[in-house]
Structure formats: C-alpha cells, structure tokens
T-cell receptor, first 114, second 114 residues
Framework: GAVVSQHPSRVICKSGTSVKIECRSLDFQATTMFWYRQFPKQSLMLMAT?????????EQGVEKDKFLINHASLTLSTLTVTSAHPEDSSFYIC??????????FGSGTRLTVV | DQQVKQNSPSLSVQEGRISILNCDYTNSMFDYFLWYKKYPAEGPTFLIS?????DKNEDGRFTVFLNKSAKHLSLHIVPSQPGDSAVYFCAASPNSNSGYALNFGKGTSLLVTP
C-alpha cells in the first residue's frame, strides 16, 4: 500500500533553534499533504494543507512564518519549526491524500524543545 | 472548536465481548466518516469508513453505524481481542474526496483484557 515515510521519529532541540521534519511518499505521488499536531490526550489538529508547487494554506492560529511548509515535489513535503520554544513540543504528523480517496499517515515526529 | 467529539476517553472490555466506541459531530456538512486505530508514537491506521448515504458498513470484526439525524456514529468491534487495545480516533470530512483534511475527535483508549 501507499506509504509515507516521516523523519525524524523523535527529536530534541534547544529553544531558539529550528527543526525540519520530512515526509516522503515512497510509492506514490502525494499531490496534497496535510500537517497535523497532537498534544497529549488531544485530537490531531490540522495545521496546514499543502499542494505540490503551491503555497501552503494554514489554519487559523497557526503562524506561517513559524511553521514553514515546503512541498516542492510530489514525493517530499517538509515542515520546519523555526525558533522553536518549549510550547512547540508536540507530536507532528503528516498525511497524504490518495487518488482512491483515502489517506495515508506518516509515523509522526515527537518534538521536544528544551 | 471541536466539531468531532468522542466523549469517552477510555473503555475497558473483556476479550471476546463487544467493544462499542461512540462519536458525535456537530457540523452538518460532514459527509464522510472514518475510524482510525493508533498506537503511541505511531501514525493512525485506517480501519473503516462510511459515507452518509449509508447507515452501516461492515468489515470483518468491525462495523460502523451512522445515525445522520442524530449526528452520531459508532464503531463496534466483535469479538474484541487483546490486540485491539489502542486509541481509536473518529474522523470526519465534508467529502469522500481526500483533498479535504480530516477533523478528528480526541480519541478513545480501548483496553481489551484477557
């Protein structure tokens, strides 16, 4: 089946630094990628939607200058958390839409900012 | 604003019995509903979906029921197995076209005891 490989699975960074999370579609072309964030015991909250070759559409309350999304190719989408702070610590997960109407998810990235 | 609600954070069921996980939604534009299973530090795994033109969809041990007038759906797992222990997320979308992002509930943690 369609697989999205997400890296890193876990990252610890110092406050003020930037972290890049990658999602690669291994055996299909991901035209649309969704980025979610999950805080403990909460739902997966949509951060942004990106279409290949276009600027991402961000949800209300999500700072586009802080969470940089790049979807320059059909097989790679990246989320960069810039100038990370402890409140950015969360579980970040990408999801690609499939041509048959379904979705496939990455395995997630646990970000801890210290 | 939580448009998909799973009001039971946890559920414990004995092996072999039926597990019933409930989900309510508020947005009448939602037309397509999905259930996902998730383990810690992993991405969600798709279980079963239902379109609003149906009131029931069955796949092996999993059955989803949709009551559109009540804006309520439920996932039945029978018989429950210890391997079913995980967090189950209900998700909704305005369309079965996967170009739309999913709205997730907060999840219900299911524990199936031997």
């Amino acid at each position: 089946g369609a697989v999205v490989s997400q890296h890193p699975s876990r990252v610890i960074c110092k406050s003020g630094t930037s972290v890049k999370i990658e999602c690669r579609s291994l055996d299909f072309q991901a035209t649309t990628m969704f980025w979610y964030r999950q805080f403990p015991k909460q739902s997966l909250m949509l951060m942004a939607t990106s279409n290949e070759g276009s600027k991402a559409t961000y949800e209300q309350g999500v700072e586009k200058d802080k969470f940089l999304i790049n979807h320059a190719s059909l097989t790679l989408s990246t989320l960069t958390v810039t100038s990370a702070h402890p409140e950015d610590s969360s579980f970040y997960i990408c999801s690609a839409s499939l041509q048959d109407g379904g979705y496939t998810f990455g395995s997630g990235t646990r970000l801890t900012v210290v | 604003d939580q448009q998909v609600k799973q009001n039971s954070p946890s559920l414990s069921v004995q092996e072999g019995r039926i597990s019933i996980l409930n989900c309510d939604y508020t947005n009448s534009m939602f037309d397509y509903f999905l259930w996902y299973k998730k383990y810690p530090a992993e991405g969600p795994t798709f279980l079963i979906s239902i379109s609003s033109i149906k009131d029931k969809n069955e796949d092996g041990r999993f059955t989803v029921f949709l009551n559109k007038s009540a804006k309520h759906l439920s996932l039945h797992i029978v018989p429950s197995q210890p391997g079913d222990s995980a967090v189950y997320f209900c998700a909704a979308s305005p369309n079965s076209n996967s170009g739309y992002a999913l709205n997730f509930g907060k999840g219900t943690s299911l524990l199936v005891t031997p």
